[in-house]
């Protein structure tokens, strides 16, 4: 079968994109969109060593807060690096951190050490960990930006510790996940004819200009001049306010229901605004978490896509079918 489809990429900034695509089957274009949250890959920290705790927090909850920050590997050590689970190394010694026994084929190291010897308190940002590879950076020093806090320390207060980065898939732990939003969303087209023949008739034109301002909580409908409607389609939510809520004709709120229709000698309700749901046409909203731009993401997540349908043809029994959607996701890498 042959899609023809056709995709195209509109980037806002260096952390957002959008991919609009067409003639795109909705099992693709999710595909996609799970490639992009699972199985494009990051490095962040996993194993902590604790050396010297004097904070107020406990040890599992930093462990899982240095988990979630953000780090930046250079791109030639991060595509070196292999996935710690696909690893063929020995990794028996791995968590013995204070002698640096550890793999450096899928593994690297970080540590903190911060006392407070003021008598006000401090903040322990990204900014202290100290990389034991400098191809690895802070978030904060990456993108020259804010510090992110890790903890706060009384006077006397002391933390250190020694940490693993490993490099795996938002599918292993959502921490790997390189995007902090990614979302599908079908093209939506609005038919409001209905709604144009209230607006053009004299009585009911104050009363459906209300209508189109208050019904839509995106704003989709825009009156211009009172006599035309501008439609912003994108922002649709298909939350079907506009299909549910009846027409009203009053400014009391008072529901007067839909406008009439004769047709075919039967009387009818008719709907002032119409919705067709696309199942072909997708926008693909794409927003990085911050260490890698939203075109590194969407490469590395249809490589991911390409990797696993090779794996798949790879397997005695598959063929891939050749004409896809997925031809278009190869010409697209190429693009990037
Ligand atoms: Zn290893």
Redesign the pocket.
């Known amino acids: 079968m042959n899609f023809n489809p056709d995709i195209k990429l509109s980037q806002k900034d260096r952390d957002t994109l959008v991919v609009h695509m067409k003639n795109m089957p909705q099992e693709y274009a999710n595909g996609l969109r799970r490639s992009l949250h699972s199985e494009a890959p990051t490095v962040c920290i996993d194993k902590v060593q604790f050396t010297v705790n004097k904070s107020s927090l406990t040890e599992e909850y930093m462990a899982h807060r240095l988990g979630m920050i953000p780090i930046h590997v250079d791109t030639d050590k991060f595509e070196a690096m ?1 996935f ?1 689970y696909a ?1 063929k ?1 020995l ?1 028996q010694h791995e968590l013995d951190l204070q002698k640096n026994l550890i ?1 450096h ?3 690297s190291i970080c540590s903190l050490m911060v006392s407070n010897t003021t008598n006000k308190m401090i903040t322990v940002t990204d900014r202290d960990l100290k990389f034991e590879e400098p191809q690895f950076k802070s978030f904060s020093v990456f993108r020259n930006c804010q510090p992110v806090p890790i903890l706060r320390l009384g006077p006397n207060q002391s933390i250190g510790f020694k940490a693993i980065l490993l490099k795996a898939k938002g599918r292993v732990h959502a921490k790997w996940s390189p995007v902090a939003a990614c979302a599908l969303r079908p093209r939506v087209t609005l038919d409001i004819k209905n709604m144009m023949k209230l607006l053009d008739c004299e009585q009911t034109n104050v009363h459906a200009t209300h209508y189109l301002n208050t019904i839509c909580c995106k704003g989709v409908f825009k009156i211009v001049q009172g006599q035309s409607i501008q439609l912003n389609e994108s922002d649709c939510i298909i939350c079907d306010d506009c299909l549910r809520k009846p027409f009203q004709c009053n400014y009391t709120g008072e529901p007067l229901g839909y406008p009439f229709v004769h047709e075919n000698g039967k009387v009818r309700l008719q709907q002032p605004v119409g919705i067709t749901v696309s199942e072909t046409q997708f926008q693909l909203l794409v927003e990085s978490a911050g260490v890698q731009s939203g075109q590194e993401i969407i490469g590395n997540a249809i490589n991911a896509l390409i990797n696993d349908l090779e794996d798949l043809q790879g397997l005695e029994g598959y063929e891939l079918i050749s004409g896809t959607a997925f031809d278009t996701v190869v010409e697209a890498e190429e693009l990037l």
């Open positions: 292999d710690y690893c190394n990794h793999c084929t899928c593994m």
